[in-house]
């Protein structure tokens, strides 16, 4: 581990760092809150306290598909005219699975050759970690650091494994599809859900032959849109094409994507969201700790396992159980 | 309450009564469970303890729909060809927000006649309580009661509110759902998900003009359902029709769902699922009492409301503020 090689540098240099757009400061700031290393706990929680306090104005967007939907092209292609327009851009990740595939996103950073290189980029693999929870609150604050330290897009992917479509939605403003043509929900992995939590729906690859069945898709989905229950944004969610190869139709998402923040700032519902999701984040966060520390605790493991099997041989009542198993956890505790 | 009008009868007495499937002792039992009087918890676990002993065997179905569908009509017609046939049912619902509306369930008991006053049927309403996870938790230990007292077809309905119809799937090994033709999903206020986890779907009211168009629900519906991922139990769905006012179908619908369960007593899915359905419950039970116990602790609402707010205002991060609180429940429970 790189945290390991190098001394953990003091709290107040990395946030000065950040507060100086230093790209070495930040990187290590996000392996800081990365760390497992229970003594880099606190070291963390100051920087992250310190970068909360800045509150630039920021655009988070989340971006999800299927593998081989051209993820990557497409956060190179926006990315890039981003940049190009005068923004930083930070790409982040959400892949639980990365601490088994190794490099899953890690992949993705050689595809985005040209933002992988822009000074005005910083670009992060995600975060491993055993669960989604950890991982996501990883990335969570991974997004606080990036935006003190001036990017003021944050772009955040994900590899569509369990819930981390969920994950995603919940830290971020603008919540984008990416889709093909001509391959049903099913055949993309698409899962239930995904839809109702789109703000856009872009079918990539609208390039060549593939243009016609393209629109035909956005014609398709504009209108299955409509039967969904309006959203507490008051945003009705747009479909459209583009091929992030040819970088066309890149500059019409943003606009809509502009489109978008324009509303939600208007309506307050920007404001709003930010902070039911800070408070959903609590809120998840108790039960996390709490589950992992009942869960995790090593000397309630064996018993666990022994009440599973007679649970499951129906021996005793789950109810029963459950109730031995927390009165020694009490014990344990005191 | 009535279990506070008469005493509580002693849990050795209760287990007799069950055994000779004497309904008084059956209805005080399910009192007891569903009773939030500490006292009565030791009492209610070992009366439940005894009934997990006698392990019958049994057939737990689902049935959900929304209302106006025709449920209780379906229950009424289902549940008296099951007695005509030799066998004894016993009628649960899941409502949680019965402790509200106070007897949409109960209400359902008037409508069904001739069930209700038939000495081989037994029904009860829900039961009352704040959360879904108490209620199911007193739904799944009467079903264990009812069992102990000899009904063999256990029917558990379900009003479709929140995530109700996921607990009753959780407790059953067959889940119908009920549908009218004619209405698409939105209008029938069916949930995502609903339809990947039914065994079977019914469309109700096939009689007099709408027959025709039952019959090209449910061919639209047979065509969709092979679209979903097959099943653990390697039943492929099906979707029948029946008009419940005319006790049109129904011997169909039984016919069907016997075909369930010597299929998946053949290939041994109903084993393994009862089995883990059990430690499905220790699981999420283990769940709801740390949660409960955390968020409804008195001494920490105050602070996690002033936290709330803090982090609603970005003022302080929401792990801070996690770590914080639950630094203060560990000092308090010791």
């Not at 940049?83 to 595939?101: E, F, K, Q, R, Y």
């Not at 969570?140 to 819930?163: K, S």
Request: net charge negative.
């Amino acid at each position: 581990m790189t945290n390991q090689r190098t001394p953990v540098p003091a709290p107040e240099d990395l946030i000065l760092g950040i507060d100086q757009s230093d790209t070495t400061s930040l990187a290590r700031a996000i392996t800081l809150v990365e760390s497992e290393n229970p003594e880099h706990l606190s070291k963390a929680a100051r920087v992250i306290e310190a970068c909360l306090k800045s509150r630039p104005e920021t655009k988070r967007i989340g971006i999800t598909g299927v593998p081989g939907v051209g993820k990557s092209t497409f956060i190179e292609s926006l990315g890039m005219s981003l940049i190009n327009a005068g923004h930083s851009v930070a790409v982040l990740a959400i892949d639980p699975t990365s601490s088994l595939s190794k490099g899953s996103i890690l992949g993705d950073k050689t595809r985005m050759t040209s933002l992988s290189s822009h000074p005005k980029a910083f670009i992060r693999p995600s975060a491993s970690g055993d669960s989604l929870g950890g991982v996501a609150r990883k990335t969570r604050e991974a997004i606080i650091l990036c935006e003190a330290a001036g990017y003021d897009i944050i772009l955040v992917e994900t590899v569509g494994v369990g819930q981390s479509e969920t994950a995603v939605h919940s830290m971020v403003d603008f919540f984008l599809l990416l889709k093909l043509a001509g391959a049903g929900d099913e055949l993309q992995g698409i899962k239930r859900g995904i839809i109702e939590m789109a703000d856009a729906i872009v079918i990539n690859k609208a390039e060549g032959a593939n243009v016609a069945s393209a629109k035909q898709a956005q014609t398709e989905f504009s209108r299955a849109l409509h039967l969904y229950p309006p959203k507490a944004s008051e945003w009705q969610p747009k479909v459209g094409t583009c091929s992030a190869i040819e970088n066309s139709g890149i500059a019409e998402i943003w606009e809509m994507i502009l489109d978008y923040f324009l509303s939600v700032q208007k309506n307050g519902y920007l404001e709003a969201h930010r902070s039911a999701q800070n408070k959903q984040w609590l809120m998840q966060h108790l039960e996390d700790v709490l589950k992992s520390e009942f869960f995790g605790s090593e000397t309630l493991k064996k018993q666990l396992d022994e009440w599973v099997v007679k649970v499951e041989n129906h021996e005793v009542s789950p109810f029963k159980a459950a109730e031995l198993l927390l009165a020694d956890y009490r014990k344990e505790l005191k």
